[in-house]
């Protein structure tokens, strides 16, 4: 079955430390997102990927990163720069970064221990 | 810059109908979406309105009001599995990506 794939379901980090999370899509989808999600509050857009190799700063960029080297993948390293990591956060994909249909993973909860 | 309102929290009985409103306000309309998210899942698509007037598909309608910056989602038939939040998203002209509303927590009740 063609989706979006994020892993782990749960991850826990340790003060100083870096943790990454994956994203992996068998769509064949071009564009790829990373929002964050608190309660109480919209999806907040981290970082998006218009094409391989190339990402773009979203909205609440500070404190972490991304890489493109395969159209499939579009992991987030969550840095020790990132002060209050706790949260919930999507991967998603569209067709283009024109295309309005986002298809989003099943997220990963961060939480700080 | 951009905004969205809708309502935090609605209650619906089972079999009835429900509408969740949302307003925006943003530079240059390029599309507003609805989303429906079950706690801890992910999001999933429900429906695009990029020209004024009703969408509709099976139970869910969304209308679009431009003028107004006005959204609703119309729920029919409620079912206990619709108890979950509903986004609101709107694209901008240019943008390479959606801003999302708060969402709305629907509960379905018997």
């Known amino acids: 079955d063609g989706g979006i794939t994020q892993s782990p379901k749960y991850l826990f980090r340790k003060e100083g430390q870096n943790v990454t999370l994956s994203c992996e899509q068998n769509?064949?989808?071009?564009?790829m997102y990373w929002y964050r999600q608190d309660p109480g509050q919209g999806l907040r857009l981290i970082y998006y990927?218009?094409?391989?190799?190339?990402?773009q700063k979203g909205d609440i960029a500070e404190g972490y990163s991304v890489s493109r080297e395969k159209k499939e993948s579009f992991p987030l390293t969550v840095t020790s720069a990132q002060k209050n990591p706790t949260a919930f956060y999507l991967c998603?994909?569209?067709?283009?970064?024109?295309?309005?249909?986002?298809?989003f993973g099943s997220g990963t909860q961060l939480s700080v221990l | 810059g951009q905004n969205i309102d809708q309502p935090t929290e609605m209650t619906a009985t089972e079999g009835a109908i429900v509408q969740i409103n949302c307003t925006y306000q943003?530079?240059?309309?390029?599309?507003l979406f609805w989303y429906q998210q079950h706690a801890g899942e992910a999001p999933t698509f429900l429906s695009y309105?990029?020209?004024?007037g009703l969408e509709e598909k099976g139970r869910f309608s969304s209308f679009l009001s431009r003028s107004k910056g006005y959204s609703y989602l119309l729920l029919k038939e409620l079912q206990m599995k619709d108890s979950a939040s509903y986004l609101c998203?709107?694209?901008?002209?240019?943008?390479?990506?959606?801003?999302f509303g708060t969402g709305t927590r629907l509960t379905v009740i018997p």
């Open positions: 769509l064949n989808h071009d564009a």
């Open positions: 943003t530079s240059g309309f390029n599309g």
């Open positions: 998203a709107v694209r901008s002209t240019g943008a390479n990506n959606l801003f």
């Open positions: 998603a994909s569209s067709i283009s970064s024109r295309n309005e249909k986002l298809f």
């Open positions: 309105n990029v020209l004024d």
């Open positions: 990927s218009q094409i391989v190799n190339d990402f």
